[in-house]
């Protein structure tokens, strides 16, 4: 079957411009996270969605990023005039449900470069 | 604060010996572990994991063991194949119900031929 996607694969944007990153997660998984992999670190938790649960937003660095999922399935991730450092790997992940038994699915992930 | 720690950034195994990965753990609420296998532009791909109920579980070539008393675990494959060289994450959860998943940094293992 489909596994997770993410799209673009890779995003190049200029300081100060806004991007969208999609995830499109496994059918019928009611959970979604994002991480992100800046060079040389590990997956950074950003953002957590469960059904219809409010989301974890906990992650999220700054309130230049936000996250949205619709219809309890495709997700958005949008940075909001991005800066150097937002430059990373974004990681789509989907889970069956919540609970720490159930392991994660990734996607391929988004590179992004800020120049 | 790193609560999940691989101390080793790279390992070099020569082909058909035993690769051992390391993960130390500073957080004694953590009760479920996870071993993930990343390749170049590809996500990680969830390998073997282990409850804290446990001290070990085997899978094929992959054995996890968790020493609770000293926080740490460690990822033992063998014999060791070109195909196993990646970037391996640990990852760990705690207290049953939560979502929330803390990775290391990763080790990237060279399967030397």
């Known amino acids: 079957g489909a596994g997770v996607s993410q799209s673009p694969s890779n995003k190049v944007t200029e300081k100060g411009k806004d991007v969208e990153l999609r995830c499109d997660p496994i059918?019928?998984?009611?959970?979604l996270y994002w991480y992100r992999q800046s060079l040389g670190q590990g997956l950074e938790f950003l953002i957590y969605f469960q059904g219809n649960s409010a989301p974890d937003k906990s992650g999220l660095p700054s309130d230049r990023f936000s996250a949205e999922r619709t219809g309890g399935s495709v997700s958005t991730l949008t940075i909001q005039r991005t800066q150097q450092e937002d430059s990373a790997v974004y990681l789509c992940a989907s889970s069956p449900r919540q609970g720490a038994i159930y392991e994660q699915y990734f996607g391929p992930g988004t590179r992004l470069t800020v120049t | 604060d790193q609560q999940v720690k691989q101390n080793s950034p790279s390992l070099s195994v020569q082909e058909g010996r035993i690769s051992i990965l390391n993960c130390d753990y500073t957080?004694?609420?953590?009760?479920?572990f996870l071993w993930y296998k990343k390749y170049p532009a590809e996500g990680p791909t969830f390998l073997i994991s282990i409850s804290s109920i446990k001290d070990k579980n085997e899978d094929g070539r992959f054995t996890v063991f968790l020493n609770k008393s000293a926080k740490h675990l460690s990822l033992h494959i063998v014999p060791s194949q070109p195909g196993d060289s990646a970037v391996y994450f640990c990852?760990?959860?705690?207290?049953?119900?939560?979502?929330?998943?803390?990775f290391g940094t990763g080790t990237r293992l060279k399967v030397l031929a």
């Open positions: 990852a760990a959860t705690g207290a049953s119900g939560t979502y929330k998943y803390i």
């Open positions: 059918s019928g998984h009611t959970a």
């Open positions: 957080n004694s609420m953590f009760d479920y």
